[in-house]
């Protein structure tokens, strides 16, 4: 017998089969459409047409450009499947935002505690089982790094973070003031504390396990020669950068994110999904990511009607953490950033997510598809030092826009 | 007409959801198996299967009353002789498919019941398709293949792994190779028929006719059910490993011989094998199996990168020989 052929396995049907499956959603124009659309429109008002001087570290001196754009609407109980994302997938250099990593690794090993035997005798099993998590799922740069001159270790001190009570298992009082603090004022020095009790092993071990990095993936799809795409920490906030791994708009950088993975994280915070089996925990979260904040040093959103904006937000901010850091080794310029969830609230449309939910449901037979009027959304990237008083009307405009559009389906 | 055979047992090993999405009775009586787990979309037929598993129900059953109902709107009725009906969605949202088992003076027995979304044809597929008009290079080959596979089958074929966890995708991307040669080697309306036929020689307990019927694959990857027998994904094997002739004539007359074997075990195995291979998420289930179980057996060590890469292919090209006309005898 003859050879003739292998099985048939051209490019275009491997293409074919890694298309992902068919979504629920009915057929509507895509909230992508709008914002590609809109972020093409508006580009000169969150694009410097003149950029800074950036230091000489940086991979790509045209990446300031690339400012990234994260919408997901959030249906009652889930997402929806209308997501969008401009330069999504780029692996940035995202400062003081990528400590909502830290609140959701604190969380799951909260709810971890909860979830396994109490007393003492088997604090030392939990230990271990946590230890073998972090062997098998942390990042090998992570596992394999030199601790010898880090104050994080790669596992978490167990001691400092968790206290046993009776029959309940809560964070100890003084992290628990620290996690806090880390969100609600975005304290350097609170993340530190936190980061260096959490340990980095736990939190890329958490990270890889709900698929926010994939280690497999270069850092951007335009950027090759190096690994690693998503959420990534391996920083405290303070002193110490521990491994630095290759990005998009800054050099070799420990505090990482895309906005399409942090747009999901805020997203399965906001639908109580993280941690998956502790409602009280996700409660504590959001309860940190409220707005407005309140206390002494909280921050204000990027977004807020109370900082100088040209444009007004057709929505409220419901949840929402800031990021703002410098570029290479000089720390300039800096870049901004914001994770945030919104509710759409247009003051002259007030049913425009009533009309577009009848566009999908028309007989209003299926309330689970409908969508809430909450969106996730995350930005990053973004030069906001050097765009003028107004600084971060571009990104309001494009959100404004996209979305009044997509909920009336206007052609685009 | 009663509960034929090849709807009165879910494989053995099986639950429902194994063959499809499925809707099991609260008594475990029956089930309802939809082809497609949802979302549908709109004008795709999509095939649904009653199973009656318990003897005094299938005893009463004397018909099927199918609706179909779109957003909520007046349903479609239909009645049938066999627990078998097809429908194919007239517009995009949600779909409420449900069957009522009918007894002799048309007095409900049991009903089944599934909700479904509804959606268009896949648009990274359509998009591709369109591309690929004006491609001069690699495009889509066959777009009704590619049609029916990403959208009825997409979720069936990206769950398939290999028997050794591996890195990579090269498994993957040598049973999809499979089925959509499967796929296009004949059309759905072929596939269907003869399914209907092996149906009907079980049913009658035709073995003339079951032998000759299973000289064909069966369903959407072509699975030949005596290789399923001799490779099943849990149990002992049904029939002996039997390797077969690669010289055309022998290779026939060595298949029939097979295949008088496989006519020969018992009815319920049969039914078992049938099922097997009838439905689409299981049959691509039990491709991959297949294939895992040939690799180990004539190039065990060997990982599917290597398969498909090493050696010119010449591994896969033999695996794929053996998933079609064998095993074959090698030496």
Known sequence: MCKTTTPPRPAAQDAIRKLPPNTNAPAVIPLQSYLAKYSTQFVNDFVPATPPAFPPDLPDPLAYKRVAFSLLPLRANAVSPYYAGIFDDDTDFSASLVKVAVLFAAGQLLAAAKAAPLGAANAASFNNAVKVEITANADPRVRNANYSSSPVGLLPKMSTILQVSGSSVTFTPTFNTNLSQMIVRSSDSASAFCINRLGYGYISAVLNEKNFFDSTLTPGPTMTGATGRGIWLTANYASDFLVRIRCVNDHPDSQLATTRQMCRLFSMIRLKQLPETDIDTNTLMQSLLNEPKTGPEHTTPWLSPNRPLGVTPLFTILQDKIGVGGLGAARKPSVYSEGLIIKWNNPDKPSQVDGFNKIIDHENSNPNIHLSGEFAVCWQNLLADDLGATNFDGIIEVLNNSISDFLDQKAV | ?331
């Not at chain 2, 055979?5 to 499925?22: H, Y």
């Not at chain 2, 290999?162 to 059309?187: C, I, M, N, W, Y």
């Not at chain 2, 002992?236 to 060595?254: G, I, K």
């Open chain 2, 1 to 331: 007409m009663a509960v034929r055979k090849t709807e009165t047992r879910i494989p053995t090993g099986l639950v429902a959801s194994d063959l499809g999405e499925s809707f099991v009775a609260a008594d475990g009586r029956c089930a309802l198996v939809s082809f497609i787990t949802s979302p549908l979309v709109v004008n795709r037929e999509n095939p649904y299967v009653v199973f009656v598993t318990d003897a005094g129900l299938a005893a009463q059953a004397q018909s099927f009353e199918w609706s179909f109902s779109e957003n909520g709107g007046t349903a479609t009725t239909q009645t049938t002789e066999v627990g078998e009906a097809v429908y194919s969605p007239q517009g995009t949202g949600s779909l409420s498919a449900s069957v009522r088992i009918l007894d002799g003076t048309s007095t409900e027995q049991a009903s089944l019941s599934l909700t479904q979304a509804m959606v268009p044809l896949h648009p990274g597929l359509e998009a591709m398709i369109d591309a690929a008009k004006d491609d001069t290079g690699p495009s889509v080959s066959d777009p009704d293949v590619a049609r029916e596979l990403v959208n009825d089958y997409n979720i069936y074929y990206q769950a398939v792994s290999p028997p050794t966890p591996e890195t990579g995708d090269a498994f993957q991307q040598f049973v999809f190779s499979l089925l959509f040669e499967g796929a296009s080697k004949r059309t759905l309306a072929e596939r269907k028929q003869l399914i209907e036929d092996l149906a009907g020689a079980l049913d009658s307990a035709d073995n003339d006719d079951f032998v000759n019927q299973t000289a064909e694959g069966v369903g959407v990857c072509n699975i030949r059910l005596p290789l399923l027998a001799m490779m099943p994904s849990s149990g002992a094997p049904l029939l002996p490993w039997t390797e077969l002739p690669q010289p055309a004539a022998q290779n026939e007359y060595a298949d029939q011989q097979l295949r008088q074997k496989f006519a020969a075990l018992d009815e319920a195995t049969l039914i078992d094998c049938f099922n097997l291979a009838r439905f689409p998420k299981s049959n691509i289930t039990q491709c991959a199996y297949i294939i895992g179980a040939l690799r180990d057996h004539y190039f065990a060590g060997t990982n599917f990168n290597d398969v498909l890469t090493g050696m010119s292919g010449t591994r896969a090209f033999w695996i794929a020989m053996h998933f079609r006309q064998g095993p074959l005898i090698t030496t």
